[in-house]
C-alpha cells in the first residue's frame, strides 16, 4: 500500500551544464485535493520544489505537506516527477514506484539502470486510453502551442518575415509541413494555421485522418489553411519540399519514431527555415537533430549539410512552466489517487490506463512498446 507521496524538485541542465526545468508534478491547491481525498497518507515535497514558478515552500506546508530534502524523498512509496529519474538516483531507489516521464526507449543506459533497482516504473508518456495519451496531452498541446509562437517570433526577428503574408496584396503565408496527428500535430496545424500560414497535418493512421479531415471541416472558418493527407513518402516530400517550417510530431508508445525526414529532404526546404522536432526526447523522426536549449530560444544551430536551423529543446512546455504544471497536476491527480487508495497492482489491475504506464517492474521490462526497442534486455 502507499501510505507516503513524495513531490520532486525537478533539476534538468541543458548540455552547457544550465539548469531548465522549472515544473512541479502537483501546485500546492492539487496536493491539498490530494490530501482531503486520501486521509493518512503523508505528502512530502521536496525543498523548492515549486519555487521557480512562485510556489514557496510555505505554500506547500499550508497545503498539508512536509518539506524534504532530495534523497529523502527518494525513499517514499510514491514518487512523483516530471523529468526522467536521474542517474544518479537509480541506485537510491528501494522497493517503490517512480511517476514521471520516463522516455526510456531513447536510453538503453537508463534502462538498464533502472532494471537493476527493485522499483517499479511508471511513465506517464505511455498511459493511454483508446489510442490516445492523456497524461502526455498537456505537454503536447503546451509545446504546439509554443512551436507556433516561437516560430512567429523567429521569422520576424531573425529573418524579417512576417508568416501570415500579406493577403489583401496576394502574399500567401508561410508553408508549415507538420508530420504525425496527435495532440502536438493537431494542435501546431490550428495554432499556425489562425496565424495565417498554409499547413500540411500529415499522419500515417487511417482511422485518425479521417477523423483530422472531418474536424478540420467542421471548424473551416477558424482553421481555414489546413489540408490533411496521409503520410506516404511522396506526400512528405511534397509537404517538406518549399515549407518554411517544418514540425516532427510522430508518437508510438514506448517506441523511437522512425527516421523519415532525411538531410537531403531537409535541403529542399527554404532556406533559413526552421524544424521542430517536438519528438525529440523520444529521438525524433528527423535526421541530424540533436537537443538545444530553452535558454537560447533564438542562438539556433544549422542541420548539418542544410540551410535550415533547429530548435529541440525536450523540455518545451517549461518554456510555460507555471501553465504546464497547473495542467499535467489536474490531469495526472485522479490516477495518483486511485495508487493511494488501492495501491499500484489494484490500481493496474482495475484502470488499464495505470496499468499501460507501467514499463518496469521487479527488474523487468512489462511494456510491450518498450521491450520491442531492447528485446534482449532482462
Do not use: W
Request: proline fraction near 5%; include cysteine.
Amino acid at each position: 500500500m502507499v501510505s507516503s507521496v513524495a513531490i520532486l524538485r525537478e533539476a534538468k541542465k541543458d548540455n552547457q551544464g544550465r539548469e531548465v526545468e522549472s515544473r512541479v508534478i502537483l501546485i500546492p491547491s492539487l496536493v491539498q485535493n490530494l490530501k482531503a481525498q486520501c486521509s493518512g497518507v503523508r505528502i512530502y515535497v521536496e525543498k523548492d520544489a515549486g519555487l521557480k514558478i512562485d510556489f514557496a515552500n510555505t505554500a506547500y506546508e499550508e497545503a498539508g505537506s512536509e518539506i524534504c530534502f532530495h534523497d529523502e524523498a527518494l525513499q517514499k512509496d510514491l514518487i512523483l516527477g516530471v523529468k526522467e529519474t536521474g542517474s544518479e538516483d537509480f541506485s537510491k531507489l528501494g522497493n517503490n514506484i517512480f511517476m514521471s516521464y520516463q522516455h526510456f526507449a531513447q536510453s538503453r543506459e537508463r534502462t538498464e539502470a533502472a532494471l537493476k533497482t527493485r522499483a517499479t516504473f511508471l511513465a506517464l508518456e505511455t498511459m493511454e486510453e483508446g489510442g490516445k495519451f492523456p497524461c502526455l496531452a498537456p505537454m503536447s498541446e503546451a509545446a504546439a502551442k509554443i512551436i507556433a509562437r516561437h516560430a512567429d517570433e523567429y521569422a520576424l526577428l531573425s529573418k524579417k518575415i512576417i508568416t501570415s503574408g500579406l493577403p489583401e496584396t496576394g502574399l500567401h503565408g508561410a508553408k508549415v509541413a507538420i508530420l504525425g496527428g496527435g495532440c502536438v500535430g493537431r494542435t501546431a496545424a490550428e495554432e499556425f494555421s489562425q496565424r495565417g500560414c498554409e499547413v500540411i497535418l500529415l499522419d500515417k493512421n487511417p482511422t485518425l485522418i479521417k477523423s483530422l479531415i472531418e474536424y478540420i471541416k467542421s471548424q473551416a472558418i477558424r482553421f481555414p489553411k489546413v489540408k490533411v493527407l496521409e503520410s506516404t513518402p511522396q506526400n512528405i516530400r511534397d509537404a517538406v519540399r518549399g515549407s518554411f517550417f517544418l514540425v516532427s510530431a510522430m508518437y508510438s508508445a514506448g517506441k523511437k519514431p522512425e527516421k523519415i525526414v532525411t538531410v537531403d529532404l531537409l535541403k529542399t526546404m527554404v532556406p533559413g527555415g526552421c524544424v521542430y522536432p517536438a519528438d525529440i526526447d523520444q529521438g525524433s523522426g528527423v535526421e541530424g537533430t540533436i537537443e538545444t536549449s530553452i535558454l537560447d530560444p533564438f542562438d539556433l544551430p544549422v542541420l548539418t549539410g542544410t540551410e535550415v536551423f533547429f530548435f529541440s529543446p525536450p523540455n518545451l512546455p517549461s518554456m510555460g512552466a507555471r501553465t504546464a504544471s497547473e495542467a499535467l497536476g489536474t490531469v495526472v491527480l485522479p490516477y495518483v489517487i486511485e495508487i493511494v487508495k488501492n495501491g499500484l497492482d489494484k490500481a493496474a489491475e482495475e484502470d488499464p490506463v495505470i496499468r499501460s504506464g507501467i514499463n518496469i517492474k521487479e527488474g523487468k521490462i512489462v511494456h510491450a512498446g518498450l521491450a520491442s526497442v531492447f528485446p534482449l534486455l532482462k
